[in-house]
């Protein structure tokens, strides 16, 4: 599978983006799917993982309340809704996709998209 991931921008604060992350190839639905970002100088973070069929997710504290992640099997897209955006938000959004289980770690996901800017005014 290949992913491809969009919808990144320049938000003001308080305000919202829905991240989305399409894929390509077979087997979509067979993986975990995982959303995570990298601000500038600092080390990638993981931001919300979603299970297969879409009943197991996880949130990193910091976004927890604000963000949610979906996915639409039918689509071979993963979403993330993302609203009262703050400026510690701002960083380069990945997706990524991995059959180790629902998991935090960067390194059990081994497909990987390039990426999507988000950028917070506040």
């Known amino acids: 599978v290949q992913l491809q991931a969009c919808g990144g921008g320049l938000v003001q604060a308080g305000g919202s983006l829905r991240l989305s992350c399409a894929a390509s190839g077979r087997g979509f639905n067979t993986y975990v799917m995982g959303w995570f970002r990298q601000a500038p100088g600092k080390e990638r973070e993981i931001v919300s993982t979603?299970?297969?069929?879409?009943?197991?997710?996880y949130y990193a504290d910091s976004v927890k309340g604000r963000f949610t992640i979906s996915r639409d099997n039918a689509k071979n897209t993963v979403y993330l809704q993302m609203n009262s955006l703050k400026s510690e938000d701002t960083a380069v959004y990945s997706c990524a996709a991995g059959r180790m289980g629902v998991t935090t770690d960067s390194n059990a996901y081994n497909v990987w998209g390039q990426g999507t800017l988000v950028t917070v005014s506040s």
């Open positions: 979603i299970s297969w069929g879409g009943g197991r997710t």
